[in-house]
């Protein structure tokens, strides 16, 4: 898409497409501008002139959290999990996620055979995220491979032109959100019965400003989001970094040699795969009022699309944008979004990226794509490959 973005800032930086009866907002400082003007540009899509219902009662689940909720009922749905997010309580965790990632490593080079391949995405950067919330939600591990299944059924998306697959699709889609609704319920009772030290417990049970609880509703709507909003963006938040790292990098300098052993470094560098290779490429709002963003008015109502992955490549704001600096400081990108809504799992994804890494470079002296042909992924949000073969020396 960069090239395209590049055209479009240069061009046409605030357009209204009329096929999708949307605008495009491509620029740094106006997508900036977009996520942190909360009150006049809203998350809720239902406030959009041309929303539509969807057919089926689950799938307006997710407009009940925090994601597509704005201000004040906002910072009560946040309020509820947010300090299981805090880098302090994650601290507890980074052992964990140290052990998982080794093993998960270990167990892929142990079945790569003579010929040292593995799929990064199979291996290591796909499971990795799934087991941590699903971990921290309090999810027994006898329950990990339905669970696995669900979020990847969900996050899914398929282009609109092959219909067949379409109906399918939709088929397993809904099956999928009804079984793991069930298990989520059922789930939620439990620990409103017999409370645990996990965040299910903390969905369950937690008090709102007022005192109140969450809606059964607001409450299943949380543990999805969770589930779907964290796992394939830290997935390609891994998968991206390394092609970063093994082939972005312009000179015959050796990125991955720099960063092990060097933890500065290594956090710097993935800060940079966040803004070179953003795994959430952009986020929707519906206009409020009339406004006017770079020069165009924007009427109340109208759906905008922010591009986050266009802004973090905005020469305006950074030099040499179309270039992976692997030492860039300082790097203000809007990977995780800017804001009220600014990413509430950046801590966690950044300390797993981090463990990943470590880990990974602990065990591999040098890595090689396999292929240069690679796959986009499923999901129409969430930009990177749907599996990333390497080679590897130990
Ligand atoms: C929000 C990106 C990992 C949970 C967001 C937003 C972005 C984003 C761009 C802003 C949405 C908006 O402005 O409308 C990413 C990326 C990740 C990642 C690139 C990985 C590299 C995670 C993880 C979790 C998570 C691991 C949790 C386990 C959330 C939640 C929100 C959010 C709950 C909504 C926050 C709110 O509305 O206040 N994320 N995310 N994310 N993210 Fe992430």
């Known amino acids: 898409p960069f090239d395209w973005y590049r055209e479009m800032r240069a061009n046409a930086p605030v357009r209204y497409d009329p096929t999708r009866r949307t605008w495009d907002v491509f620029r740094y400082e106006d997508v900036k501008r977009v996520l942190d003007d909360d009150g006049t ?34 910072g009560d749905l946040r309020g509820v999990v947010d300090d299981a997010f805090e880098p302090r ?27 040292d391949e593995l799929d990064v995405v199979d291996a ?16 027994p591990p006898s329950d990990r491979d339905r669970f ?11 282009s609109a032109d092959d219909g067949d697959e379409t109906a399918e699709y939709h088929e397993r889609q809904q099956q999928a ?8 319920l059922e789930a939620l009772e439990d620990r409103r019965e017999s409370p645990r030290d996990d965040l299910l417990t903390q969905i369950a049970t937690g008090e709102l400003e007022d005192g109140s609880r969450l809606s059964q509703e607001e409450a299943l709507g949380t543990c999805i989001l969770l589930l779907i909003a964290g796992n394939i963006t830290t997935t390609n938040l ?48 519906v206009a409020t009022e009339d406004v006017t963003v770079g020069g165009e008015v924007i009427e109340s109502g109208d759906r905008v699309i922010a591009w986050l992955g266009s802004a973090n490549r905005d020469e305006r704001q950074f030099d040499d944008a179309d270039t992976f600096v692997p030492d860039r400081t300082p790097n203000q990108h809007l990977g995780f979004g800017h804001g009220t809504h600014y990413c509430l799992g950046a801590p966690l994804a950044r300390l797993e990226a981090n463990v990943a ?15 240069v042909d690679l796959e986009p992924t499923r999901s129409s949000f969430v930009y990177g490959v749907e599996s990333l073969p390497i080679r590897y020396e130990r």
């Open 89 to 115: 309580a994650l601290g507890d965790l980074e052992p964990r996620i140290r052990d998982l990632a080794g093993d998960l490593l270990e167990r892929a080079d142990a079945l790569g055979g003579p010929d």
């Open 41 to 74: 540009f809203s998350v809720d899509p239902r406030r959009a002139d041309d929303y539509v219902e969807p057919e089926r009662a689950e799938e307006t689940l997710i407009f009940e959290t925090m994601l597509f909720t704005d201000p004040p009922s906002h």
């Open 124 to 139: 290591f950067a796909y499971p990795l995220p799934v087991i941590v919330i699903a971990e921290l939600l309090g999810i």
């Open 148 to 158: 696995k299944t669900w979020s990847d059924t969900l996050v899914e998306a398929t």
């Open 238 to 285: 891994i998968t991206n970094a390394i092609r970063c790292f093994v082939d972005d990098v312009d000179g015959d300098g050796d990125v991955l040699e720099e960063l092990r052993d060097d933890e500065r470094a290594l956090r710097t560098a993935l800060e940079e795969a966040l803004r070179y290779r953003s795994p959430v490429q952009a986020m929707g709002r």
């Open 357 to 371: 890494f470590e880990e990974l470079l602990a065990r591999t002296s040098s890595i090689d794509l396999v292929d």
């Open 177 to 184: 959100q009804m079984e793991m609704a069930t298990y989520f």
